[in-house]
């Protein structure tokens, strides 16, 4: 693993959390980054390794693409493979967990009498991809609403209900979609119990993590997915578009195409192959491996920083347990010092599961919906959407916004380059801005 080598070596010193981990990444000095969960981002070392992984490329782009490239997505499917402990030949990457999406629902075959179940809290591109295959083949989606903070219990009960009723139709919920971590509200849906209940009443689980690996533990061999994907470009410090697709072997038969179609494509009818099998096959791989080795031709060269984020992460940081308990520590004491400051609360049920070990955290903006002026194009979320203009233009800073449940809650995220003086900070931001919208501000700015 000559093209590797270099960075096999990274060495690095154990660097105290907050401050002296943010000299570690290239974010602005001036900009206070409360919203790693939306784009994520990456420290210096792992930029260092992306450059390396693209020089290569530069120097010598048919050695690169013909045999060091499959030689070093393999290596970073090893590596992944075991922060979710799951076989190898199970684990492949896409670009991101909208493509993973769209290339599990859009592989499946579809009947008149097949249901796709969600949740009202489906990410947007997400539901906007089974609303596009439900205008292209004949299926039915199922929808089920989410008002948080809500207890497990109701959302669970809620699905097996919406099973039952489908069935007492005498139709067939084929596959269930849902998040591991919600994006709006940021909150931990019981997507164990959901994937139980799958495997249960016989519903394919497709679950969408794209907030999962490097936030919070992930064992899919015990959790045991239909398919699953997680960004690693968000919470694994990896560059963007990194995505990890599982598919266990026993549906990998399922997944016949990558997105767009490519060389490792099989047709049903081998004679018809377009692309000769000695270009197909990697040697030792499984169909379903070949098949996402090469999807055309693109800059790959983020799959290949995965052992060095995971390196990074293991030196400097204290590993894998260490960053998720200061994140899920810090999203904890900020948001409630967030929530202090704004004389409200986090969003948690009787429970408390909804942020239990989470990175995220979602705090009630002190706005009283009867007293809020909702005239502009948008209404409620046109309030949001000032609020963020505002956060960047004036604050140097930025965290979702969101219009949920009749009431406006802010999501902030935790992150090692992070301590309780930044959550202090957007704290006192959102109280300004609060008020300035209760004094009607935001309709002025309009006009
Ligand atoms: C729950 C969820 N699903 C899917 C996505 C989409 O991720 P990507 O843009 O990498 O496709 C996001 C992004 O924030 C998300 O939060």
Redesign the pocket.
Known sequence: MEAAKRFSQLSLAPTPFGKRTREHFSTDKDWHPLNH???GTFPKPVKDALCYYQDLCEKQPDSFFRYHLPELVLRARTAVAKVVNAPRETVVFV???????NTVLRNLTWTPRDHVIMFST??G??GNTVLSIAEQHPLQVTRIQVNYPQSDQVLLDAFEAAVAEIKAKGDNPKLAIF??????PGVRVPFEALTAACHRLGVLSCI????GIGMIPLDLSALDPDFF?T?A??WLMVP??C?VMYVPVRNQHLIRTTLPTSHGYQPLDADEAQTPAALRVGEGQSQFENNFDFVGTKDACPYLCIPEALAFREQACGGEAAVMRYCSDLADKGGAKVAEILGTEVMENAEGTLNKGLALVNVRLPLDPAQVDVSLKGGHHAVGVWIIEEQMKRFKTYAPCLWHADKWWIRLSAQVYLDESDFEYIGGVMKTLCEEVRAGRHIQASH
């Open positions: 969960g939306s784009f670009s991101n967990a909208t493509t993973g999406i489906i990410y591109a997400c998040d591991t971590i919600v994006s709006l969408d993590g794209a907030h994907v960004n470009h968000k963007r578009g995505c």
